[in-house]
């Protein structure tokens, strides 16, 4: 019963690729080589560039120095729960 559950798992597996669809014909290509283009088609297609580029430069880094502050002041916020923590210690070790 096993091999035939073997035989028949395998004639499905290489059978498989008989019953796959075809690929769609491909359009043909509007061109065969890369043709460049010296101005834009109209003044709505083109982009500020350095402007984008400029605000973009500026949100990184505003995100960053806020991600900065923000572990800056979580570190000082341990920093002094640790120092409470070592004061109350040394207190306790010093009562009998």
């Not at 290489?14 to 014909?25: H, V």
């Not at 061109?31 to 003044?43: C, K, L, S, Y």
Request: aromatic share 8%; charged share 20%; no cysteine.
């Amino acid at each position: 019963m096993k091999r035939v559950i073997t035989a028949i798992v395998m004639v499905l597996l290489l059978a498989a690729p008989a019953f796959a669809q075809q690929p769609a014909p491909k359009a043909p290509a509007a061109q065969d080589g890369f043709v460049p283009v010296d101005a834009p088609a109209n003044a709505q297609d083109t982009m500020p560039a350095p402007r984008l580029v400029a605000i973009a430069y500026g949100f990184i880094w505003v995100v960053l120095f806020g991600y900065i502050w923000s572990v800056r002041s979580r570190l000082s916020t341990v920093e002094r729960e640790l120092d409470a923590i070592g004061r109350r210690a040394a207190a306790a070790r010093k009562q009998p």
